[in-house]
């Protein structure tokens, strides 16, 4: 066999032997592979700037199944090239390749199991002959591009492999192809996170996770599935890219007599260059948002989408009765809160203000459209949602469901539940299944115009009246969510008194009417200040969407298997509130006996219309600004 050292003197060899590999041309470094002189464990930073590829080798049977499995789960497995049954080459990735013995290693499964490695797989030529080679993009790819960034590639620097783990995350399933994603774990730190993100999106892809690797069902970061352990240093954040060694995960599950894998970190290296493309617009650039500390959270998301996001925020905040809540307004809440809602899997809903004391029932029409057009789009996402609610509001409010489901505001009825502390455990069972915090039934919490409990524990109206009377303490499971991991919750209030208003409490008894009594004392993790609660609810409705359409935020969500959820986007965009749902609505409202709360403020204008008239031009606005 030919080799490249043939034509080496020994001081050139030396010289790439002991540190000139990574810049060695893609077909040089194929040829020194061929010839098995090459003591190195993995090709993670050879031949910088090309693209690698996993490889995996199938029987022909099973090719088509294979490539459908790549194109349902092209995170992990971008399909660069599928050769045709018996090609050892690969023309439109590489020149002078033979698949048999270009790899460092090759690994050989039979039945699922892995039976051996290999330096070459010239023994099997002719089963081979039969056998079809698929060619999968690699995450070494981009490290060239992660480097030029100037960001750190821990595992080169400590002159190992990088590491890979199974997740429980699963794989979209064709035929026998099914799998739980694998991943690649790279500590980046926390400043260069969304540098990181931006650098590998033009390569192999961006990042489907960074923070508690946990929450992808890993449990030790020191024990990897493939690969060597990597330290983490000091402020660095691990940051998880879908794996092709996932393909590895589907060949063993697909139990097929005869396939051939490359051994994980061992790659095929191609010709192609690895060029960053430059043309990216500014609304295309991702954006990186911290949405949970217990556990660490990372979220991403287009700038396009956070602008469009932060607009709607902006537009709530106008105050009709000049009340002072310019000075509770915190930047990106919005944002941050629909960031941590989108991730949910479950979501419990709580609104109710009892302010008119003296009638029956006592509670206002703030509050009840905002929650049912959250609800709405919840169940378009195709989410869980209940709503809790006072014990004695539980008729009023199963009748405003239903009728909300006979209008079309609400695909099917939402389950209704109320809370009552019997011991000093109640809120944790109710939020967990048997009271294990490990096991919490619902991930986030929304409280919209939700009586909120003062620090000497009362709730007041604005008035400054108690009325304790009315409210269950519903705060508890607020109170009890804090401590639970990964369980959030999200309060939108207009005054500074409702459930959730704790964290800009300071704010409201300096700049709110009465704020040193009424001022709730409990916290969510997310606080949205808006004119009229109910705007707050729509604008959460309209935040959601615009998430769900971000293709950028719509990959990170979905761990970059399966397919893209934007044909449901017909569905979501029913799901918005409207000027017509709210009128009905309203109007339902009033036949059971609710009554505004808003009613001194009917004759004050703003931007020249009545009060009145503002509830239909800002939903009119939020929509606008929703689906440009």
């Known amino acids: 066999?030919?080799?490249?050292?043939?034509?080496?003197?020994?001081?050139?060899?030396?010289?790439?032997?002991?540190?000139?590999?990574?810049?060695?041309?893609?077909?040089?470094?194929?040829?020194?592979?061929?010839?098995?002189?090459?003591?190195?464990?993995?090709?993670?930073?050879?031949?910088?700037?090309?693209?690698?590829?996993?490889?995996?080798?199938?029987?022909?049977?099973?090719?088509?199944?294979?490539?459908?499995?790549?194109?349902?789960?092209d995170g992990p497995l971008p399909l660069l090239y599928r050769s045709k049954p018996g090609d050892w080459k690969c023309p439109p990735l590489s020149r002078d390749s033979d698949i048999r013995t270009d790899c460092l290693q090759y690994r050989i499964y039979e039945h699922g199991a892995c039976t051996g490695s290999l330096k070459s797989l010239e023994e099997y030529s002719e089963q081979l002959k039969d056998m079809v080679t698929f060619y999968l993009g690699c995450s070494f790819s981009f490290e060239r591009a992660v480097q030029n960034a100037n960001i750190p590639i821990r595992n080169v620097e400590q002159k190992c492999n990088v590491s890979m783990y199974k997740t429980a995350v699963p794989c979209y399933s064709v035929s026998a192809f099914c799998c739980n994603l694998v991943v690649t774990m790279r500590?980046?730190?926390?400043?260069?996170?969304?540098?990181?993100?931006?650098?590998?999106?033009?390569?192999?892809?961006?990042?489907?996770?960074?923070?508690?690797?946990?929450?992808?069902?890993?449990?030790?970061?020191?024990?990897?599935?493939?690969?060597?352990?990597?330290?983490?240093?000091?402020?660095?954040?691990?940051?998880?890219?879908?794996?092709?060694v996932t393909g590895v995960e589907a060949v063993i599950n697909c139990r097929a007599p005869l396939a051939f894998t490359h051994s994980p970190g061992c790659m095929f290296v191609t010709d192609l260059r690895n060029d960053n493309v430059t043309g990216r617009s500014s609304r295309e650039i991702p954006q990186v948002h911290c949405i949970s500390q217990d556990p660490l959270h990372y979220s991403i998301v287009s700038a396009e989408?956070?602008?469009?996001?932060?607009?709607?925020?902006?537009?709530?905040?106008?105050?009709?009765?000049?009340?002072?809540?310019?000075?509770?307004?915190?930047?990106?809440?919005?944002?941050?809160?629909?960031?941590?809602?989108?991730?949910?899997?479950?979501?419990?809903?709580?609104?109710?203000?009892?302010?008119?004391?003296?009638?029956?029932?006592?509670?206002?029409?703030?509050?009840?459209?905002?929650?049912?057009?959250?609800?709405?789009?919840?169940?378009?996402?195709?989410?869980?949602?209940?709503?809790?609610?006072?014990?004695?509001?539980?008729?009023?409010?199963?009748?405003?469901?239903?009728?909300?489901?006979?209008?079309?505001?609400?695909?099917?009825?939402?389950?209704?539940?109320?809370?009552?502390?019997?011991?000093?455990?109640?809120?944790?069972?109710?939020l967990c299944e048997n009271g294990n915090p490990g096991r919490p039934r619902f991930d986030h919490l929304i409280a919209i115009e939700r009586a909120g409990m003062a620090a000497d524990g009362n709730y007041y109206n604005a008035r400054k009246v108690n009325i304790k009377h009315l409210v269950d303490p519903i705060d508890e499971?607020?109170?009890?969510?804090?401590?639970?991991?990964?369980?959030?919750?999200?309060?939108?209030?207009?005054?500074?008194?409702?459930?959730?208003?704790?964290?800009?409490?300071?704010?409201?008894?300096?700049?709110?009417?009465?704020?040193?009594?009424?001022?709730?004392?409990?916290?969510?993790?997310?606080?949205?200040?808006?004119?009229?609660?109910?705007?707050?609810?729509?604008?959460?409705?309209?935040?959601?969407?615009?998430?769900?359409?971000?293709?950028?935020?719509?990959?990170?969500?979905?761990?970059?298997?399966g397919f893209p959820q934007l044909s449901k986007k017909t569905v979501w965009l029913s799901a918005l509130p409207s000027v017509t749902k709210e009128e009905k609505l309203l109007k339902t409202l009033v036949r059971y006996g609710v009554r505004s709360g808003k009613t001194a403020s009917l004759e004050m204008e703003v931007d020249g219309l009545p009060f009145y008239n503002t509830h239909s031009l800002m939903i009119e606005k939020l929509l606008q600004e929703t689906q440009q």
Not at 12 to 25: A, Q, Y
Not at 499 to 510: F, I, P, S
Request: aromatic share 6%; net charge negative.
């Open 305 to 430: 989408a956070a602008q469009k996001i932060k607009t709607l925020e902006t537009l709530i905040g106008i105050d009709p009765g000049d009340r002072g809540i310019i000075h509770l307004c915190r930047q990106d809440e919005l944002l941050k809160a629909c960031l941590s809602i989108s991730h949910a899997r479950s979501v419990l809903i709580t609104t109710g203000f009892p302010t008119h004391f003296t009638y029956e029932p006592p509670e206002e029409n703030d509050g009840p459209p905002g929650a049912l057009a959250i609800a709405a789009i919840l169940q378009a996402l195709e989410k869980e949602v209940a709503i809790v609610t006072d014990q004695r509001a539980m008729n009023l409010n199963k009748k405003i469901i239903e009728e909300a489901v006979q209008l079309g505001i609400l695909k099917r009825p939402i389950p209704l539940l109320s809370y009552q502390r019997e011991s000093a455990d109640s809120a944790l069972k109710f």
């Open 187 to 244: 500590p980046i730190p926390e400043s260069k996170l969304e540098a990181a993100v931006l650098a590998t999106s033009e390569a192999h892809g961006a990042p489907i996770h960074m923070g508690d690797p946990g929450l992808l069902g890993i449990q030790d970061l020191s024990k990897p599935d493939y690969g060597d352990p990597v330290q983490l240093y000091p402020g660095d954040i691990p940051v998880f890219w879908p794996c092709g």
């Open 477 to 561: 499971l607020f109170l009890a969510a804090q401590t639970i991991p990964g369980v959030k919750a999200t309060g939108v209030g207009d005054g500074g008194n409702e459930l959730g208003m704790g964290k800009v409490k300071d704010a409201v008894k300096k700049h709110i009417k009465n704020g040193d009594v009424i001022a709730c004392d409990v916290e969510a993790d997310f606080t949205i200040v808006a004119g009229v609660s109910n705007w707050g609810g729509y604008a959460i409705a309209c935040a959601l969407y615009i998430l769900s359409t971000c293709e950028i935020h719509d990959r990170y969500l979905r761990k970059a298997v």
């Open 1 to 73: 066999m030919l080799c490249v050292y043939n034509y080496l003197p020994v001081k050139d060899e030396e010289m790439f032997l002991s540190g000139g590999l990574k810049s060695l041309l893609p077909h040089v470094l194929r040829r020194t592979i061929r010839c098995n002189r090459l003591s190195i464990s993995n090709t993670s930073g050879m031949a910088e700037g090309y693209k690698q590829a996993n490889v995996v080798i199938l029987h022909k049977s099973l090719a088509d199944d294979f490539e459908k499995f790549c194109h349902a789960n």
